[in-house]
């Protein structure tokens, strides 16, 4: 309890209320034609509260027809149950978050609120004085609702009666006049503008296989069921004359999150080591280690190729054993954690300290940027040896692991891992009967048991299934993020 | 009931239904952060951004420069008289002048509505003694067409050489500001002279 309300310290941080009011008109049809032809329309108008009243109105639909093969054309065998045909196309309009049209001051902004375009160094009063300042991002008065199309077609196939199951659906989604903050060079007076502009293409396979490989009468059941997703984000465009748009600002030297036209979203812009025009990285023949590039390149696209996951539930009479092993193909990570662990020669990796090592690449000009040419016109090879134990630390630069470029603590994440295993038990029903008890359930489970990502130092024993921002807009960057974790767990369940 | 009647009776609700939503709709004011503020408020502000932005502290430029100088001594690259467009005072030092800046012109626009002279002076001569710092460290930087509420989102970047003249009348401007009577005058809320602004005026000029 608070005895003493003047020893609390009051909350001055982000503290405020918003208010937003969507009104919609929405109508929905479904026609059917002898059980195999089904067709969904519908429409819908919203009216806005967070757009400016020139563009609050706005309307959306979408269809979708679905088919019965085999109820169409008398298909039904064993061996085919059920075929379906699935096609759709919807479009989608979103409305902004509130008070994104008007620009506003901020009260008192100082050093201790740690927000972008606060005072620095001082907090206010200063002096007895208050402070009012622009905010650091400035709004579109004339900001529009954004949209999302989708192309969706899809099948559902069954055979022998539910034995096996296969799910496919492509989709192809474009979002248009996205609402979001877009960088500004700070001389225009604001670091940032909230504003429709560019647009992203998602496009995407999604799977799933259910087989039942075994069903006894004796109550004994072996499922499994495989799930496959595949996703590609491409930015189209951004807004004209905008090359790039800064996800987040990454402190000085280490990647920054990009949005660029043509590339994945959400790709890391970082230092790159300096290359010839057939790839090979140029080494500084006064040192054997390689010359850093002057202009920063794309190094890392943190976003999986596909991701599969494949489930196996046993079950009989009231046990289940089940379990999920997944693998993520690709996604790359930015990993301060392995780049230490290697700068610093903690782990097996770098233990041959006084072993001499030669960098791949060809001998090049530090400030030309250029490779050298030998007597016979061709680049030399570089044949200059660096003891192991220099190659991972250099104060100036140019080792392979810390004060290297950016690109060389980028790990492919690919990892394949045993997520779960399950073990649960119901009492049968006829032990109940004479107690207050309905059901009672015991289920032991692990989880996160076994991973491998190949592609990191063999002996970091690293889970690439960290991120040190969350799950926003910024992927694939490890600041010495905390390890995953080993789960174990008891449940009890009891119903009454 | 007659089923035109019927009609007409729901479409009647469905009207104004719609009209009330128009009304209801314009609620999209921020209540948390204001859209106008006091001349005094954004003074203060706007003249502390440009202070620590040329003194000495981690966000100022007199940071690096007094380690060229041999003022201080840093384990930092300025000790070996090196500094990159990535340092931390220099990047700090300009966003927050360009955002004193935006402040300073904002105040002039509304100091002038209003017909507060002193304010438009004293910002006016604010301005110009930030940007004769920017010019010194700088050299070219955005002049004509900065920090005027991202009306211009890419200001193009005037040479220091025409930026100087144009520092010494917006000088003038504001001295003759400043002499003009003015409902309301910066009192404690000026952090650097209080009343007397004139001297001001006449320091930085040659």
């Known amino acids: 309890m608070i005895t003493n309300v003047s020893t609390v310290t009051p909350n001055t941080g982000n503290t405020g209320m918003s208010k937003r009011r969507l009104y919609a008109a929405f109508t929905d049809m479904t026609l059917g034609y002898k059980d195999f032809l089904f067709l969904n329309l519908t429409g819908r108008n919203d009216w806005s509260s967070t757009l400016p009243a020139s563009n609050r109105s706005y309307f959306y639909y979408s269809g979708s027809a679905s088919f019965v093969l085999t109820d169409a054309f008398n298909l039904k065998s064993k061996a085919l149950s059920n075929a379906k045909l699935r096609i759709g196309y919807a479009k989608v309009g979103r409305d902004a978050d509130p008070y994104q049209t008007l620009n506003t001051f901020r009260i008192n902004l100082g050093e201790s609120s740690g927000q972008t375009g606060s005072t620095r160094y001082n907090d206010y009063p200063f002096n007895g004085q208050p402070g009012a300042s622009v905010a650091s991002s400035a709004f579109d008065p004339n900001l529009k609702p954004e949209f999302t199309k989708e192309v969706e077609i899809g099948t559902n196939l069954e055979f022998f009666g539910g034995r096996a199951v296969l799910d496919l659906t492509y989709y192809n989604r474009l979002s248009t006049d996205i609402i979001a903050r877009r960088s500004l060079p700070q001389s225009s007076g604001f670091s940032s503008f909230v504003t429709n502009f560019g647009s992203i293409r998602n496009s995407g396979v999604e799977a799933g296989l259910t087989l039942v490989p075994i069903q006894l009468s004796n109550g004994f059941k072996w499922d499994i069921f495989t799930a496959y997703t595949q996703n590609r984000n491409i930015v189209e465009s951004l807004a004209d004359g905008v090359e790039e748009v800064t996800l987040r600002n990454i402190f000085t030297n280490q990647p920054t999150p990009v949005v660029r036209p043509g590339e994945w979203f959400g790709v890391l812009r970082g230092t790159a080591v300096a290359r010839d025009a057939n790839g090979n990285a140029l080494i500084n023949p006064n040192t054997g280690l390689t010359i850093p590039d002057t202009k920063q390149k794309i190094i890392a696209n943190p976003n999986p190729k596909f991701i599969l996951a494949v489930t196996n539930t046993l079950k009989y009479k009231g046990f289940t054993l089940s379990g999920v092993v997944d693998y993520r193909h690709g996604g790359d990570l930015y990993s301060w954690t392995n780049q230490f662990l290697l700068g610093r020669g903690v782990t097996q990796d770098t233990e041959d300290r006084e072993m001499p090592k030669v960098v791949a690449g060809v001998l090049g000009d530090a400030n030309t940027l250029q490779p050298l040419l030998g007597g016979d016109g061709q680049p030399i090879p570089n044949t200059i040896q660096v003891l192991e134990n220099n190659l991972w630390f250099q104060a100036a630069g140019g080792s392979l692991a810390i004060n290297a470029p950016n690109e060389f603590s980028v790990w492919d994440a690919s990892v394949v891992r045993l997520r779960e295993i399950t073990l649960g038990y119901a009492l049968p029903k006829s032990l109940l009967t004479k107690t207050p008890f309905g059901a009672i359930n015991l289920t032991l489970s692990g989880r996160n048991l076994w991973f491998l990502a190949p592609n990191f130092p063999k002996h970091a024993n690293f889970d690439p299934e960290v991120n040190t921002f969350g799950n926003g807009n910024t992927q694939g960057i490890d600041f010495f993020a905390a390890p995953s974790v080993r789960r174990f767990g008891v449940n009890l369940s009891v119903t009454f | ?206």
């Open chain 2, 1 to 206: 009931m007659n089923p035109t009647i019927k009609i007409i009776k729901y479409t009647g609700l469905l009207t104004m239904l719609l009209v009330l939503n128009a009304c209801n709709l314009d609620i999209n004011t921020d209540p948390n952060n204001p859209s106008a503020v006091n001349s005094a408020q954004l003074l203060t502000n706007a003249q502390l951004d440009i202070v620590n932005s040329l003194g000495a502290g981690p966000p100022g430029l007199a940071n690096p420069a007094g380690v060229f100088a041999h003022q201080v001594t840093q384990r930092s690259n300025n000790d070996q008289y090196a500094i990159t467009g990535q340092d931390f005072s220099g990047t700090q030092a300009w966003a927050n002048l360009y955002r004193a800046i935006q402040n300073l012109n904002g105040l002039i626009e509304q100091a002038n509505t209003n017909q507060n002279f002193a304010y438009t002076g004293v910002a006016q001569i604010m301005k110009a003694v930030a940007f004769s710092y920017m010019v010194d460290v700088w050299g070219d930087v955005p002049f004509t067409e900065a920090s005027t509420a991202a009306k211009v989102q890419f200001p193009k970047f005037d040479k220091g050489q025409d930026i100087y003249p144009q520092l010494f009348t917006l000088i003038d401007e504001g001295i003759a500001n400043i002499a003009k009577t003015s409902p309301l005058s910066p009192r404690t809320d000026d952090l650097i002279y209080g009343e007397t602004w004139c001297v001001g005026g006449n320091s930085p000029k040659p």
